[in-house]
Structure formats: structure tokens, C-alpha cells
């Protein structure tokens, strides 16, 4: 990053499909944190997994079945998370679902400006 700062429009920015019916805007990042814009199809699941990145999120709309760490949480719209690094976790859609993460440190891997 050569700016002390970064704005972006989510706009802008083109969607990545990562899994089938899983889609990432990354929106922005700096030297610690990057923010990302997921939209998940329903029937989507994103298989149980670990990374070495703390995963904060926020579910805008939708619902789904978030498995953390062996335990299942039912979240919808208006829930929130934050996972440890290397926690595993799964997640199964039951509706169209908007939500999004803040990782850190960022995820090298999801830098697609």
C-alpha cells in the first residue's frame, strides 16, 4: 500500500467466485486487516477448513448454519463472529446470504486489485 489510507466502491470491484455459489469482493486492505464483501447462493457450503487468519464477520442478510470449532451456531441477519486463527469452521447456507469479514493479518490470497 504506498497511501497512508485506501478507499474504495464496492462498484468497482468485479466478484471472484471462490466455491461454487460462494463469490468475494475484496473491498479494501491495509498492512494488518483486509474487509471483503461475500455473497453466498443458497445450498452453498464451504467445506470445514482452518487458516492462520483471524476471521471477524458480519451477516447482512440470510441465513446460515456456522459450525465452529465442532460446535453449530444458527445465525441470520444482524449476527456476528470472530474466529481464532487455525479454529476450524464450515459453513452451510440456508437462504441467499450478504455478509462481511475483516481478516487478519491480511490474506495475501484475496488481494485481487
Known sequence: MAKNYMTQNEAAVAPTTML?????KTLVHGDK???????????AVLPLHSHPYEQTGYLISGKIIFTIDGEEHKMQSGDSWCIKENVEHKVTVLEDVL????FSPVREDFIDM
Open 20 to 24: 461454487e455459489g460462494v463469490h468475494r
Open 99 to 102: 455478509l462481511v469479514e475483516i
Open 33 to 43: 486487516t483486509i474487509l471483503c464483501r461475500f455473497e453466498l447462493d443458497k445450498g
